[in-house]
């Protein structure tokens, strides 16, 4: 669809015959914010043109929501220029302002330029790699804090520095992820405005959600507070993932401890699965248990590395034994370093803020042995 008219349809029959039917499509929608928004999810327009007879406010605010919610879909306003209303538009991110009486072939051009600009600004927001199945590397584990999100927030900055914007991070640890936090990322859009937005999201709309890391990748991450995650459901897992693993090359997802409802969904597109576990007899039995559970769920067609973290930790326990108690042989072993702590606290990549430690060649090992090479890799220690 072009085009999707906004407000009361005194000047329809005016734009409609400025704009034919044979060359556009022009759709009507009523005067409220969400019914823009419903209107957008069903007719997916180019260009929202904001009628004349919409009281300036309301049109103020639908402007905001479309930026907001719908950055790809160009929005022109129909009211009489003044100076006020125009610094006004461009706050709202509206293209263009033209004078609601203005004649059928100045609707035109201006209704052809917008229609152009949207054109540009929908490939600008379609991906390098459209149609792409992505690797989708789901990072797993039965127990909190032993380096899931270490693993998963490195590892796709290794991966986007390689690799250019073809990575996505995906927060699924919905009430405390800390994607964010480990990667100095303010995102403006969460999960939150996925489950929130009407439209559920498409190859074009996807993109707005995310959040830009300076290294090039893109982060979907968790709402700032567990409050927050009502209305987020695994169905939105699934489906949001599966998109951008259309859409990217790799996508990385960190997930809550356990294998909630949640997890499962999130897992539901993976192709490889990182399971991450220290050096603890208890954590190394869960993980056992956690595998088990994992192939009872049918969910055995991702390829399987387990991370063994903390490796170089004496605590009266060998590598040896953990594999075995595991049943798995590390594809890594990560050192425990000080490094890590200290760029999660400062919001970096261990790649960046020790790019020669023994844990950040650590990385590069894991990030070749899960992208580049077959799975029957065995680990190597580097510290
Ligand atoms: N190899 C390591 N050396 C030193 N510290 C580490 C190492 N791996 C993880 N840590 C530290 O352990 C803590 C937990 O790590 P992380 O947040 O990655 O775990 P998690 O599994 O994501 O936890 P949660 O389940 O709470 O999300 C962090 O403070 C991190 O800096
Ligand atoms: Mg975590």
Not at 168 to 181: K, P
Not at 199 to 209: D, I, L
Not at 253 to 282: F, M, Y
Request: charged share 20%; with cysteine.
């Amino acid at each position: 669809m072009s085009f999707l008219l906004a407000g009361p349809g005194a000047h329809e029959r005016r734009i409609r015959s400025a704009l034919p039917s044979d060359q556009y499509q022009v759709a009507l929608c009523p005067t409220t914010s969400s019914e823009v928004m419903e209107g957008i999810a069903n007719h997916d327009p180019l260009v929202v043109i904001l009628g004349p007879d919409l009281d300036k406010e309301t049109a103020f605010g639908i402007a905001d929501t479309i930026d907001l919610r719908h950055p790809e879909v160009v929005v022109v306003l129909m009211a009489q220029p003044t100076d006020e209303i125009f610094s006004r538009a461009a706050r709202s991110g509206i293209r263009e302002v033209i004078a609601g009486d203005s004649n059928e072939e100045l609707l035109r051009t201006s209704a052809a330029a917008a229609l152009e600009a949207a054109r540009r600004r929908r490939n600008k927001f379609v991906s390098a790699v459209p149609n792409a199945t992505g690797r989708v590397l789901a990072v797993l584990a039965p127990k909190g804090g032993v380096g899931k999100t270490t693993v998963s927030t490195n590892l796709a900055v290794g991966l986007a520095q390689q690799d250019g914007e073809r990575t996505v991070i995906v927060d699924c640890d919905l009430l405390f992820g800390d994607v964010s936090t480990a990667l100095l990322l303010n995102p403006e859009q969460t999960w939150y405005d996925i489950a929130q937005s009407l439209a559920v999201p498409n190859s074009t709309t996807v993109k707005a959600f995310l959040t830009s890391h300076s290294s090039g990748l893109y982060a979907l991450c968790a709402p700032e507070s567990p409050l927050k995650t009502e209305g987020i459901s695994p169905r939105h897992l699934e489906d949001t993932i599966g998109l951008l693993a259309q859409e990217f090359a790799n996508v990385v997802v960190d997930t809550a401890a356990g294998l909630d409802i949640n997890t499962i969904a999130a897992i539901k597109h993976a192709t490889d699965i990182a399971l991450v576990c220290g050096s603890e007899r208890a954590g190394a039995e869960s993980l056992r248990r956690y595998i088990s559970a994992l192939d009872e769920l049918g969910i055995t067609e991702a390829r399987r590395f387990f991370v063994l973290n903390r490796a170089d930790a004496k605590v009266g326990i060998t590598n040896g034994e953990i594999a075995e108690i595991v049943g798995m042989e590390p594809s890594v072993l990560l050192p425990s370093d000080r490094v890590v702590p200290l760029a999660m606290n400062q919001g970096l990549p261990i790649q960046t803020l020790a790019p020669r430690s023994g844990i950040a060649k650590a990385f590069r090992q894991l990030a070749e042995v899960v992208f580049d090479e077959p799975t029957d890799r065995y680990a190597r220690y580097i510290s």
